[in-house]
Nanobody, 121 residues
Framework: QVQLAESGGALVQAGGSLRLSCSAS????????MGWYRQAAGKQRELVAT???????NYADSVKGRFTISRDSAKNTVYLQMNSLKPEDTAVYYC???????????????WGKGTLVTVSS
């Protein structure tokens, strides 16, 4: 059973920085894309950033230039470095990964339980 575990969420003042981490564990043959999504209160979940297995990244316009996604494939871990945080970045941040458990199986989408980031003004 594959599990994703996020960490790093906290309360921070506007202008501050946080680093989120997400590690995948369990039966893993290959991880394709990994990414971060967020959901603010009363809003739909939205893409923050993704990174493919070959390092190609994609960012939401709202975080470009402030957030950086990276991954350590040897550790099955993805990171999100968040700088210049704004109150509107307040949300529960979810880790997502497209994981192939066995070499014959198709890849499936997995989600973490989320970590809360609160940015005070």
């Amino acid at each position: 059973q594959v599990q994703l575990a996020e960490s790093g969420g906290a309360l921070v003042q506007a202008g501050g920085s946080l680093r989120l981490s997400c590690s995948a564990s369990g039966s893993i043959f290959w991880i394709n894309a990994m990414g971060w999504y967020r959901q603010a209160a009363g809003k739909q979940r939205e893409l923050v950033a993704t990174v493919t297995s070959n390092g190609r990244t994609n960012y939401a316009d709202s975080v470009k230039g402030r957030f950086t996604i990276s991954r350590d494939s040897a550790k099955n871990t993805v990171y999100l470095q968040m700088n210049s945080l704004k109150p509107e970045d307040t949300a529960v941040y979810y880790c997502n990964a497209d994981i192939q458990e066995h070499w014959l199986s198709r890849s499936l989408d997995y989600w973490g339980k989320g970590t809360l980031v609160t940015v005070s003004s």
